[in-house]
């Protein structure tokens, strides 16, 4: 079965400093989707970044951005001039095609006015 | 409309009640889902439907029960639940034959069980 760990339950990060979340995944398929989805709180789990394991480049939207080494099975996301409105549980999840989702135990993330 | 609703928003329920949870999305998307999901913690799958039809039971007690009149809705009906039931109740959507398998999530119904 597919696991995704998430090793950081909690971080936290100055407001405009850049901070990283890591995640690293165990699977034997070759095509699958990452994803980070960022759940803050008392409010809707929204998705903030996909990766497709084909694509050799890192997915990027404005200031988050992924590292994603396929052969290290590693799948960090990078927040940039971190915000206040960055304060959130992120979740790393796994999907490949008619497969549920497998999601991380999460990372609660501090940012610090 | 990217968005998946969900009604209602809190519930509070003695253990000998009936209630039922109810989720909509208008995207056209035909995988609907039901997570239940505690305090700091990532969603728990209980039930996958896809095109209509039941495919997916996560081993969830009986006292849930899950029910797709179209493609558009998804109810979660609830009786003689545990105070241990009490969670977000998250509902999710997808389309089956989009590659990428993102899913859209609903703000959840925070369910406490007296």
């Known amino acids: 079965a597919q696991t995704v760990t998430q090793s950081q339950p909690e971080m936290s990060v100055q407001e405009a400093e850049t901070v990283t979340l890591s995640c690293t995944y165990d699977?034997?398929?070759?095509?699958?989707?990452l994803f980070w989805y960022k759940q803050p709180p008392s409010r809707q789990m929204i998705l903030v970044i996909r990766?497709?394991?084909?694509?050799?480049q890192n997915a990027t939207e404005n200031r988050f951005s992924v590292n994603f080494q396929k052969a290290a099975k590693s799948f960090s996301l990078k927040i940039s001039d971190s915000q206040l409105g960055d304060a959130a549980m992120y979740f790393c999840?796994?999907?490949?095609?008619?497969?549920?989702?497998?999601f991380g135990t999460g990372t609660s993330l501090t940012v610090i006015p | 409309d990217t968005e998946v609703t969900q009604t209602p928003k809190h519930l509070v329920m003695g253990m000998t009640n009936k209630k039922s949870l109810k989720c909509e999305q208008h995207?056209?998307?035909?995988?609907m889902y039901w997570y239940k999901q505690k305090a700091k913690k990532p969603p728990e799958l209980m039930f996958v439907?896809?095109?209509?039809?039941?495919?997916i039971n996560e081993s969830v007690p009986s006292r849930f029960s899950p029910e797709c009149p179209n493609s558009s809705l998804l109810n979660l009906h609830l009786h003689a639940l545990q105070p241990e039931d009490s969670a977000l109740y998250l509902c999710?959507?997808?389309?089956?034959?989009?590659?990428?398998?993102?899913?859209?999530f609903g703000p959840g119904t925070r369910l406490t069980v007296l």
């Open positions: 999710a959507s997808s389309q089956p034959t989009r590659r990428s398998g993102e899913q859209f």
């Open positions: 999840a796994y999907w490949t095609t008619g497969n549920q989702f497998y």
């Open positions: 699977t034997s398929e070759s095509d699958y989707y």
């Open positions: 990766q497709e394991a084909y694509k050799q």
């Open positions: 995207m056209g998307h035909r995988a």
């Open positions: 439907y896809s095109y209509e039809k039941l495919s």
